[in-house]
């Protein structure tokens, strides 16, 4: 059956260093993977998109890779802050008509520690 | 620009009830997708609609349904609520129609209790 998972619950982390959130995913030939943040009683907010040709994307701290062979995303945040603590949620779509059943994973909540 | 809007934020519902949700998407997007969200299942998808037509569905049974106006507002409705419906429900919305590579922009939400 299809699966996506997501490293652990929870990852805890000094300020400054880089953490890296882990999205593994079987049965699945997705064509895009977004990561979210969510804070706690909001929405998810948009953070990457990486495609299925592409093998990494960067924003700012932001650093997301893609390897369809291991079936599996990595999402870092180099020098982490306090203000990145959140959950973050991974998603796969199939794309094409398929397109708009983004399949999330069930997240992972980060806390960086002062 | 104003963002995806739900309303409303909160709702207490009795079981057998029936409730309605209102989405008002990004000024722009045509489409629209429905999640729900519960601490066990994590964020589950519902159905999308772009330009007023259903076009994805998830597996939810025939009690939650959803339409879109031709202003791309979108309603969905539960009814005969069970307890188990007690769940954050979130509308997303994107530009071209979620082919993958437009990114969901959520609503906040409404969360629903079902007593």
Request: aromatic share 10%.
């Amino acid at each position: 059956s299809q699966k996506i998972e997501q490293n652990s619950e929870a990852l805890n982390i000094q300020e400054g260093k880089t953490a890296t959130l882990t999205c593994n995913y079987t049965n699945y030939s997705p064509a895009y993977l977004q990561w979210y943040r969510q804070d706690p009683g909001r929405g998810p907010v948009f953070l990457l998109l990486i495609r299925e040709n592409e093998k990494e994307k960067r924003k700012e701290r932001l650093k997301v890779t893609f390897d369809t062979t291991l079936k599996q995303s990595l999402f870092h945040i180099t020098a982490s802050q306090p203000a990145d603590s959140a959950t973050y949620l991974c998603a796969l779509d199939m794309g094409g008509l398929g397109a708009g059943k983004s399949t999330f994973g069930d997240g992972t909540t980060l806390t960086v520690k002062p | 620009k104003a963002g995806v809007t739900q309303t409303p934020r909160y709702l207490i519902k009795t079981r057998g009830q029936q409730v309605t949700l209102s989405c008002s998407p990004i000024s722009g997007h045509r489409s629209v997708s429905w999640y729900q969200q519960t601490p066990g299942q994590g964020l589950q998808f519902l159905f999308e609609y772009f330009s007023e037509t259903q076009r994805n569905k998830g597996n939810f049974p025939g009690r939650f349904s959803g339409r879109q106006f031709s202003n791309s507002r979108s309603e969905m409705n539960v009814s005969t609520l069970e307890l188990g419906d007690s769940a954050l429900y979130l509308c997303a919305s994107t530009l071209t129609g979620p082919w993958g590579d437009s990114p969901l922009h959520f609503g906040n939400g409404t969360r629903l209790t079902v007593t």
